[in-house]
């Protein structure tokens, strides 16, 4: 089977396979990567390797990830940059919701600062805020589709019944949930965003655990194709759906040429149920 190796939202026409820059910021997701030039260097090479949809944050450093996206590709010619905005930073590794309206438009305005930008490629609602109605974040998002700050809008870690009260309000041109082949708890949400026909960007896009060890059924299954787990698992995830549009992280260049394999890999219908049944 044949996979389709772009996927379109709101007017873009993005390669599948994607690159997230999480990693290209301290430990901790704080502060500056140890080795600057190699993480300039792994984004450039992700866009001379065909990748033109990089997902980021303002949370990501915070600040640092966006700044190194810029310094390394700006102006961006045909690459799309989606970034997020709704978590608060008080240090490595902690991240505090904050859906406030007023500070959504203010991290907006600092991303398209950053990245400059007059429009930004994708903004998503990093995480919804419990402590602020859903209809006031939702509402923002809409509103700074409204105008033209944003190009297009995603969620992050959401549930079905909160896409469905979120389209009620702003379009939803994609979701970023949790989802791997050993984590599939957000199986019924990629089902919603197959029929939708909303891109489904799943982070963690590796499989992991006792599953994906050396000597497991999945190292098993990738060294009989000839690939790693990591290509396995990606090669799984673009066959799984034509909507999900994977973006492994790394801050090393071999490691980003490896996992970018992942888009010559085919699965033959036998290994991709083989994969599929491993955690059923």
Not at 26 to 44: K, N, S
Not at 211 to 232: D, E, I, K
Request: proline residues 6%; aromatic residues 6%.
């Amino acid at each position: 089977m044949s996979n389709p190796t772009t996927f379109t939202y709101a007017h873009q026409t993005v390669n599948r396979l994607g690159y997230g820059a999480m990693r290209i910021t301290g430990p901790g997701v704080w502060g500056y990567p140890q080795d600057r030039d190699e993480c300039l260097g792994v984004l450039r090479r992700a866009v001379e390797l065909g990748v033109d949809f990089i997902d980021t944050a303002d949370s990501y450093g915070p600040s640092v990830s966006e700044e190194l996206i810029a310094q390394a590709l700006h102006p961006y010619g045909n690459v799309k940059i989606a970034t997020k905005a709704g978590l608060l930073r008080t240090g490595p590794d902690a991240w505090v919701p904050c859906g406030r309206p007023d500070y959504l438009r203010q991290e907006c305005e600092l991303s398209l600062r950053r990245l400059g930008q007059e429009s930004l490629d994708l903004f998503q609602l990093h995480r919804i805020d419990p402590t602020v109605p859903s209809e006031e974040q939702f509402g923002l998002l809409r509103a700074l589709l409204d105008e033209g700050k944003v190009r297009a809008v995603g969620l992050s870690q959401v549930s079905v019944d909160e896409i469905k009260v979120a389209q009620d309000i702003v379009a939803i041109s994609t979701v970023q949930n949790l989802y791997n082949v050993t984590n599939r708890e957000s199986e019924d949400v990629l089902d919603f965003c197959d029929q939708q026909g909303i891109g489904f960007i799943p982070w963690f896009p590796i499989a992991a655990g006792d599953l994906a060890r050396s000597g497991g059924p999945l190292h098993a299954l990738a060294t009989s194709q000839g690939v790693t787990v990591a290509q396995l698992s990606l090669a799984w995830l673009l066959r799984r759906s034509p909507v999900i549009m994977p973006i492994p992280g790394t801050s090393k260049v071999a490691h980003l040429e490896e996992n970018l394999q992942a888009s010559n890999v085919t699965l033959d219908d036998a290994t991709f149920e083989a994969v599929t049944a491993v955690t059923a």
